[in-house]
């Protein structure tokens, strides 16, 4: 158990440094994929209220960009929301969440 904690410990660790990276370079998907990559490894080591706001982010980042990066960030979050325990908050990502 404490060499799994310590592998998500230096891949939250690369997440952040490339956070940073596309922080520089400007560029909002790339940033935006880092997010919710932080997301996830915080949501693996049971850190959920972390992991939502990254998620959330990352969500609101890509609101008008790319519809498959904005699907995995949408299912890691409605994930983090289900596993914090608000399951209606969950629930409004499958429930009419993709009409545009």
Do not use: K, N
């Amino acid at each position: 158990m404490c060499w799994e904690r310590g592998r998500l410990h230096r891949a939250l660790d690369m997440f952040v440094e490339l956070r940073l990276l596309w922080e520089q370079h400007g560029d909002q998907v790339a940033l935006a994929s880092a997010l919710c990559d932080i997301g996830v490894t915080l949501l693996a080591a049971g850190r959920t209220e972390s992991a939502i706001g990254y998620l959330s982010e990352a969500e609101s980042m890509l609101a008008d960009e790319s519809l498959h990066e904005l699907a995995d960030v949408t299912i890691a979050h409605g994930r983090a929301l289900w596993d914090s325990g608000d399951a209606a908050g969950a629930r409004v990502f499958s429930a009419g969440r993709w009409r545009r």
